[in-house]
T-cell receptor
């Protein structure tokens, strides 16, 4: 049962254009969402997050949008640069104690990742 | 520089052997996590610890064990009971407070000889 899904395994974009990466989730207890970027043989690097009280969060070229009713979030990168080429993971979790006596707090569930390639 | 250090970067194990992966953080984070990544898959949670001397099983804990005797250290032992141990292992830590992201080390790649 995959609670966080990234349905596009890969995305190819021209430099300077917008990259849009998508993520869907099923667990209604999730109210904290993050995007990570990962290069081969390295650990993921935190990019941007959003909590369920907001529908948009911006940080420079990166914007995350959250549609709670659709259980969908997206990451927009504009303008895209060749250095953005990497695997992007979305992750989701409960921001509070959750429904398991507090033991679920801090746990994140990750999607399968989307490989973004930005062509010069 | 504050960060998370995983060692070694590459590790080889013979069949039937236990092996321990090291994870140290100097970020003063309360919570630490171990994940496994397989090709084409996302990160799957093995174990996590929100405080010293306490830890919880994640989604795929079978064949693994951990300890959390010190705040800065969270070693993972891959036991011989883990039938498919070849994977990329990632350690993470977070402040453990509300809406705090996890920060990752650079991983250890474990292979079976």
């Amino acid at each position: 049962d995959q609670q966080v899904k990234q349905n596009s395994p890969s995305l190819s974009v021209q430099e300077g254009r917008i990259s849009i990466l998508n993520c869907d989730y099923t667990n209604s207890m999730f109210d904290y969402f993050l995007w990570y970027k990962k290069y081969p043989a390295e650990g993921p690097t935190f990019l941007i997050s959003i909590s369920s009280i907001k529908d948009k969060n911006e940080d420079g070229r990166f914007t995350v949008f959250l549609n709670k009713s659709a259980k969908h979030l997206s990451l927009h990168i504009v303008p895209s640069q060749p250095g953005d080429s990497a695997v992007y993971f979305c992750a989701a979790g409960p921001s509070g104690p959750g429904n398991a006596g507090g033991t679920s707090y801090g746990k994140l569930t990750f999607g399968q990742g989307t490989i973004l390639t930005v062509h010069p | 520089d504050g960060g998370i250090t995983q060692s070694p970067k590459y590790l080889f194990r013979k069949e039937g052997q236990n092996v321990t992966l090291s994870c140290e953080q100097n970020l003063n984070h309360d919570a630490m996590y171990w994940y496994r990544q397989d090709p084409g898959q996302g990160l799957r949670l093995i174990y996590y610890s929100q405080i010293v001397n306490d830890f919880q099983k994640g989604d795929i804990a079978e064949g693994y064990s951990v300890s959390r005797e010190k705040k800065e250290s969270f070693p993972l032992t891959v036991t011989s009971a883990q039938k498919n141990p070849t994977a990329f292992y990632l350690c993470a830590s977070s402040a453990g407070r509300i809406n705090q992201p996890q920060h990752f080390g650079d991983g250890t790649r474990l292979s079976i000889l």
